[in-house]
């Protein structure tokens, strides 16, 4: 083993000593350790949104079983188990599909930019209303803790009639 | 029966007979007899779109089991039985979201607008690339020969490499 590999391998456990110490891992969200949930991306569909804006994207809100049967009945509050999956996209201009049409209209999805989950379980996260949330980029957890602290902080300022959730379904 | 009763049994006995004369039936497209598939709702979700212009909607654009498989395979041209599901919704600002964001920045999806069916049957459809195409309100056919000739005038304009669909898959 050379010096270098050495070194890295050093660098490598002392790394991971942190991440254990912290009692997170990379796959999941602080303060929550929400994960991101298995064959999310085959979730059907609750509605669609764009952001503008700092953020700037269009999104695809899905949802596991437990959370569409809830939306379709309109069960408030969001039963335990219930899974949010906001799946966001860069906000383009579609310059292909405009040389189609009369005039210049179509705005598409890019590239992903990050996919934030909400997950209820009212004992575990009774805190924050209930919910624990994460934001993945590229299937990897954003390891900031201001940045999560903001999920609850923005969703609870909704109407307590919508138990923390902006999306409403579209039929 | 009273005279009102007997006159409403003839009208709807005369417009069941000029549907039946036309070959067509509410459910199914003209030109295409396209119709709309059992469950298409619950169908995975290919990529998320805003049309503004004319259309001002925003939409989801959902594929059944074949075409979820060619789009996230890449296969071209799409194989028969492949069904392209198009949901459309009014694009509306959100008061109430935009009450709770730092700035006004929300579009949501308001009530449905239409959904527009493209099925892949390469024999069928051999005149028109190998697709059938429908427009759906309310669930009902739209019956316009005029509004579905414009599907494919519009879609043949694409490069021939997209085999005729507007929609790339988003990861």
């Known amino acids: 083993m050379s010096r270098l590999q050495v070194l890295t391998s050093a660098i490598a456990v002392a790394s991971l000593s942190s991440v254990a110490a912290s009692g997170l891992t990379s796959d999941s969200s602080p303060v929550y350790g929400v994960k991101l949930p298995d064959g999310y991306r085959d979730w059907r569909v609750i509605t669609v949104a764009h952001e503008a804006g700092k953020n700037n994207d269009i999104r ?6 437990i959370a569409i049967k809830a939306f379709r009945d309109g069960t408030r509050p969001f039963p335990d188990g219930t899974i949010i999956a906001r799946l966001a996209y860069v906000y383009e201009s579609s310059a292909e599909n405009d040389k189609v049409f009369p005039a210049p209209q179509s705005f598409v999805a890019g590239k992903p930019t990050n996919v934030q989950i909400s997950i209820k379980d009212s004992k ?4 924050t209303g209930g919910w624990g949330y994460g934001q993945f980029e590229n299937g990897v957890a954003n390891p900031s803790e201001p940045l999560i602290k903001t999920c609850f902080a923005c969703h609870a300022k909704l109407d307590a009639s919508k138990d923390f959730v902006f999306s409403h379904y579209s039929p």
Chains 1, 2 share one sequence.
């Open 60 to 65: 695809a809100v899905l949802g596991n079983d």
């Open 124 to 127: 575990k996260y009774a805190n």
